[in-house]
Structure formats: C-alpha cells, structure tokens
C-alpha cells in the first residue's frame, strides 16, 4: 500500500520529502500525503492502484494531451501524439487553427514520424509520435484537431497549442544600462484632503502626476485585488477574495459622472451628517474600513439608480461602454458579481456568515438551480457589482494611461498575490482547479520556528493542466491589463508550493510540484502581450536553479536592503547587487527604515507574544544592535555619513531625514534596474504596513501616512531625495511642464 501511495503522490505532484534550512530531511508522512491528495479531488481510500494507473494512462488514452506550450525555454517545436499501435499506419486529418482565425490543414501517417514511446495497458498497445509544429505558428494561443480515422461517430481530439516567446518584457528605458527609480505606496493608506479615509484612484492618479513631475520611473502598489464590500474590515490585500477584479473601495465616488450628475447623490453627499462621517474619516489615523465602505456604497447606490434609470435603459455611449466591459470580461464578471449579491444576501441574514463554504448548501454549487433562479430573481443586484467593477477599472486605466502620457518609463507597477480567501468569490467559482482541504504555506524556518499557514488555497496542478491553465491565463490578464510592471507574490510557486493540510500545523507539510516550464512560457506571452515587466518576489526558500531561470526569461528579482548581507552578516556595497532586480530597503511584511533602526519590530512583536522563546528575543535584539553598527559601517565606506554623523549607533538614537536619505542614496548607487521608495521611509514612519504572524486586533492593513498627498509636492525630504536619485541613477529630470501642480487635475470618470 506504502508503495502505491508513493507512486499516485508522485504522479501528483506531491513530493517524498525535503531538507529545511537547516539541512534535515522531513519526509512527507503517509496522513500528509493522504490529505493532500483529498484536497487535490483525488480520494486515495477508493483504490490507490487504480488511480495510480489512471493518472499514469491518462495521456496515453488519449490522441492529444489538453495543452501543450512550445517556446518556453527547455521546449522543441513539435507536439505528441498518441495512437493505437494497430492505426499507426492510418492518415490522420489534422486542423491547426490559429488565434488570428487562419487554418492550417493536412493529414499525417503517425507512423512516418519520429517514435516518443510505448505503453500497453492491458491489451491494448499505445504508441506516441513527435508531430512537427508548421512554421507559421506564431506566439500566440491556437487549437489542434486531430480527426479518429475511418468511419465512426468518436468526436476530434482537440489540444490547445500555446506558443510562447523566449523571454518577458522589458521596457526600453531598462534595456542596456538604464535604470530608474520609483514610489511604492500602500494605496488604502494615502492621506489627502479629499478622499474618505481610505486611498482611491483618484490619489492614485494625482500619485502618477506627482511622480511625473519629480522625475520618477514608476508608481507601484498594493494588491488592488477585490475584497469583501460586505465585510470591508477583512482588508488584508493578499487573502483577497478575487484577483481578477478589483476592490471597489478604491473607486473615487466624487469623481463620477453618475455622482455628479444624480441629484440624490449630490443630496447624499452634502447632508450635514454626511459630511461630518467624511471629517471623522479623514483625521482617523487608521482606515476605518466599515464606516468608509458604509459611506461609499450608499452613494455608490444611488449613482447606480441615476445610471440605470438615465443611461443603461437606452443606448447611449455609456451604456454602450458598460455592456461593452460586461462582455469583454463574461462569464467571470458575472460569477464575481454574483458571488458578490449571494454573500451580501446571506450575511445580511446572519452576519457570521463569512464565505461561500457557510452558505446554505444549494448555493455553494456555481452551477446549482438554485444559484441559477437567485440570480434570476435579484438580476439588478447582480448587475449593481458589475457596474463597481466597470467604474473601478475605469479609474485604474485613467491612472495607467496618465503614467503612459507623462513619460513613466514603467507606468504602474501592481501586485499579484499569492492565492485567494477560502471563502471568496474566485474559490467559489473555481471548485473544479482549486485545493478543497489544503492551504499555501512555509516550512519551519529562522523567523518563523512553527512555519506558516497562509489559509490560501493552492490551484490543483493536475487539474489546472487539464483547464489548460486558463485560469492562470485569466489571472496573469486581469493584473497586467493596465499596469507596465507587475509584482509576482512567493514566485517560487510557479515551480513548487507548501501545501499544509487544513487542521495541520505546517510542520506536517509538504511541497507541491507545478509544471514550471509551461507556466513561464505563458507569464513570458501575457508579459509580451500586455507590455509589462515581471518581477519575482524571491524571498525565503527558493529551490536550486529557479533564480537563473526567472533571469533567463527576464524576470527581475526582489532585493531588500536588509537581506543583502556578505558573509560576514554586514550590509553588501552597492556594487554587488545583481542588475536583474528591483531594490527597496524593505518590504510591507519588513520593519520601516526606523522601525528597523529603532528595534519597534522586535519590541511589538515581544509585546505581542509572538517569540517563542525568551532567548530568541535577546539573540534577535542583539543582532539588530549589530546591524546598526553594520548599516552606519556600510554608509562610511560610500562616503554617505551625513555631516555630524559617526560610525557609532550610540550616538545616532533615531534615523535622521538625513540619514534616511543616505541609505537611499546607497541603494540608488546599485545597477538593479529598479529602486523602489516606501514613503512610510521618506515621512519617517515607525510603524510598517502589516506584522506577520500578528494577533487579531493588530491595525495591519490600516495604517494611514501622517502626510497629506497634496502637501509632498512641497515636501522638502522628498524634493531633495528626487535629487539624489537623478544624480545617483542618472534619470533625467523632467521637463518644466511635467513639474507645474503636482495634485493632478479632477477628472470624472464612469
């Protein structure tokens, strides 16, 4: 049974076992690969051996396999076919359709062609050709067909061919030795006199303008990923609950043709009460997510019933524009908006509702007849969340479209997270490709002695194989749609995952493998296609030969500051950085420039009970006093010692703008292509953006800048960093019409 059980793992993906950072082999337990086969829709109790034989048979059954990706590196031009030995000898009548709609056609004897194997099974006898792919496939995404020869009613084998280039895109402006510099904000905690508590795409594109007129490359941000309007308090951006849409709290309400034109909606907003709510908002130190999500969807409401009522009844240009949007994105926009009115209806029933898998069981099925009539009977509703979709992506090309216009040689730079919230609206619609019982986490390692359970369901690799990876497709689509650079979370998940099973503690884990070469040969096609660079979030374990990979196909890596060390522990001199990578001081998950100087993570983080040992603290403390040294050291031998500083961190309690400045400066004098500024560094913020590993109640996700947007034009510390990084990465500064305002104009938008 042990035996079989390996073999159907195997056959899986689920690897035997793997060495920890401290080079211990933990091989996977028979109860951890039992669990995650279950969670993988593959039930190891029926009959082990015959699922094994299944999985192993599979592609032997059949004529074609359900994809197939040519291009990538490691891949030839040819296809496999698979034929009873006894119509070898027979003609074939193939069909090659191309994307653009152009066919190509001809017949093939299998037996003519180059020999890729054997197998019987059973009595029958399997044999497998290498069928050459016709020179005019180009890059793209294409059906084969392949007819059963003679009489019989068995319908074609058809195989999606997908063809990929050599390499992702790289903007002109970081080819040869360029390099620029960039903003990378948390968008929900933006700060300005104009938005309602939370960061919107209206300071997002007033963000763009800024970063135009000082001279920046990119403006990069958070996940902007949809997450729960009937819950807005769930804010983490990385358990959303869809990344193919967007959080409809960024939508700038005041901006909208529909507010401006309702006069309930100007009504709405100029009531007294409302207007003090907006106050309140506005001086709140953290986002307060329910009473700005309450606020905006009421008004969001009523902009709705103007646009049904004086636009979507006839067939004017916005009605047009907003059918137009439902049918480019189809059956996802409605599952989402769907899922969006099925969750607001049972919660408003019973508010511990949290997701799809505590709805009435009927309604967990996408497919159900009961799921079918709800969205019959409460269609408006349902076409209400398409219409916050439409907006929301309408302000977010706006402000993509702004960088292109101002000259950002990169645009927006996003995020794309590592999965989704269990009980979301992607997980809902995606049953058949996701984990059931499974979620992506992180072995034990030196910060986190119990490994990591992220709660986010992993794709099924077998299955997402058999989906011929559209959902990654779609996934890879919906992010790179308006932005030039995108952030790919824990990229090591394109090649192995930590699944941990549901109830288990991540120490009875185990990895994953994913079909590595097929989904870079798709990243490198959509990254082509929709002109965006691709960085890979590398950090933490990565598996032997994924880094030369990730820069053969161009990716660039990510390289913090902090992480940066020599052998010795001390900070590594600028020159050693890799040029391939995007280089910041931290990251959301990391300490702030201050916070790191100052030890506040280390101090929160024993405040909270979140160490293990007592030891472990006064090592880690130790440590961070040594790194001060390190840091101060590793500025004096650049020469970067603002005046009046010395090498000694006891003289230095705080970080100084000056000296925040000076490790800016360090990090600019690297060739990394890319330099990423956190403006919780520039303003001097203690806090970071979320705690990992933090209790409930701790304000990740929350906090808000203590500088208003409209004042960092005239910010004297981001003025003269925007001279340090011209000087230091040679960018050019802007032209004298990019500098004028730096607010950005008001735009109406949907």
Request: glycine residues 10%; hydrophobic residues 40%.
């Amino acid at each position: 049974m042990t035996a079989t059980l390996d073999r159907l793992s195997a056959l899986c993906g689920i690897e035997p076992g793997y060495h920890d950072i401290w080079g211990t082999w933990h091989p996977t337990s028979e109860n951890t690969r039992r669990a995650l086969l279950a969670a993988m829709h593959v039930s190891p109790d029926t009959d082990p051996a015959r699922l094994a034989e299944e999985f192993e048979n599979r592609d032997w059954r059949r004529l074609l396999p359900p994809v197939c990706v040519l291009g990538a590196p490691g891949h030839t031009r040819h296809v496999e076919l698979t034929v009873p030995a006894e119509t070898a000898d027979a003609s074939f009548a193939w069909t090659l359709t191309l994307e653009n709609g152009e066919r190509r056609a001809g017949e093939v004897r299998p037996a003519g062609l180059e020999p890729a194997g054997e197998r019987w099974i059973g009595a029958a006898h399997f044999l497998r050709y290498r069928f050459p792919l016709p020179e005019s496939a180009e890059t793209g995404y294409h059906s084969l067909e392949l007819e059963h020869p003679g009489p019989g009613t068995e319908p074609p084998a058809r195989m999606t061919l997908i063809v990929a280039p050599s390499a992702c895109h790289v903007p002109e402006a970081l080819r040869g030795s360029g390099r620029v510099w960039g903003l990378a904000v948390q968008l929900y905690g933006i700060r300005s006199r104009r938005n309602w508590g939370i960061g919107d795409f209206g300071d997002l594109h007033a963000l763009v303008e800024l970063a135009g007129s000082v001279g920046t490359g990119f403006v990069g941000s958070s996940p902007l990923h949809a997450l729960y309007p009937d819950d807005p308090a769930r804010a983490s951006p990385y358990s959303p609950s869809s990344r193919l849409f967007l959080n409809v709290l960024h939508i700038d309400v005041e901006a909208l043709a529909d507010v401006i034109e309702s006069q309930n909606a100007r009504e709405a907003l100029a009531a007294p009460d409302f207007q003090a709510r907006l106050r309140r908002l506005r001086r709140a130190d953290l986002v307060e997510y329910a009473e700005a999500g309450e606020a905006k969807l009421h008004v969001l409401r009523l902009a709705w019933h103007h646009f049904r009522s004086h636009h979507l009844s006839g067939d004017g240009d916005r009605a047009r524009d907003f059918r137009r949007y439902c049918e480019e994105r189809g059956a996802s926009l409605r599952a989402h908006a769907l899922f969006e009115t099925l969750q607001a209806h049972f919660r408003k029933r019973d508010p511990a509702v949290w997701g799809w898998p505590a709805w009435p069981q009927p309604y967990r099925d996408p497919a159900s007849s009961e799921v079918a009539a709800f969205a019959a009977e409460n269609a408006a509703d349902v076409d209400f969340y398409r219409y916050l979709q439409w907006l929301a992506e309408d302000q977010l090309a706006a402000a993509g479209l702004h960088a292109l216009s101002l000259g950002l040689p990169v645009g927006l730079y996003q995020d794309l997270a590592l999965g989704v919230d269990p009980g979301g609206a992607e997980a809902w619609a995606n049953q058949d490709v996701v984990a059931a019982g499974a979620h992506a986490g992180a072995p034990p390692d030196d910060f986190n002695l119990r490994g990591q359970d992220w709660g986010l369901p992993p794709f099924v690799p077998w299955r997402l194989r058999e989906s011929a990876y559209a959902p990654f497709i779609e996934t890879l689509r919906a992010n790179m749609r308006h932005c030039g650079a995108l952030r790919i979370d824990h990229v090591m998940g394109l090649m192995r995952l930590f699944w941990v099973p549901a109830g288990a503690t991540p120490a009875e884990g185990a990895y994953v493998r994913y079909p590595l070469d097929d989904l870079l040969g798709i990243l490198a096609l959509e990254s082509r296609r929709n002109g965006c660079l691709v960085i890979g979030e590398d950090l933490g374990t990565v598996p032997d030969g994924l880094r030369p990979r990730l820069a053969e196909l161009g990716l660039l890596s990510c390289q913090p500051f902090y992480f940066a060390r020599g052998a010795d522990g001390g900070f590594r001199p600028p020159a050693e950085y890799p040029r391939q990578a995007l280089v910041s001081v931290g990251t959301h998950d990391l300490p702030t420039l201050r916070g790191f100087w100052k030890g506040h993570d280390l101090d929160t983080r024993a405040a909270l009970g979140l160490f293990p040992s007592e030891p472990l603290r006064e090592s880690l403390m130790a440590g961070r006093a040594q790194d001060r040294a390190r840091l101060l050291a590793a500025l004096q031998r650049e020469g970067l010692l603002p005046e009046g500083t010395g090498a000694d961190p006891a003289a230095v309690p705080d970080i100084t703008p000056e000296l925040a400045a000076a490790v800016h400066t360090f990090l600019a004098r690297t060739p990394a292509q890319m330099m990423a500024i956190q403006p919780e560094d520039l303003f001097g913020v203690i806090e970071q953006p979320n705690l990992p590993g933090s209790v409930e109640g701790h304000p990740n996700w929350r906090r808000r800048l203590p500088v208003a947007l409209e004042d960092w034009h005239g910010d004297a510390r981001l003025r003269a960093l925007a001279e340090a990084m011209r000087s230091s990465r040679g960018y050019p500064p802007p032209s004298p019409s990019r500098v004028e305002g730096g607010e950005g104009a008001a735009h109406a938008t949907g």
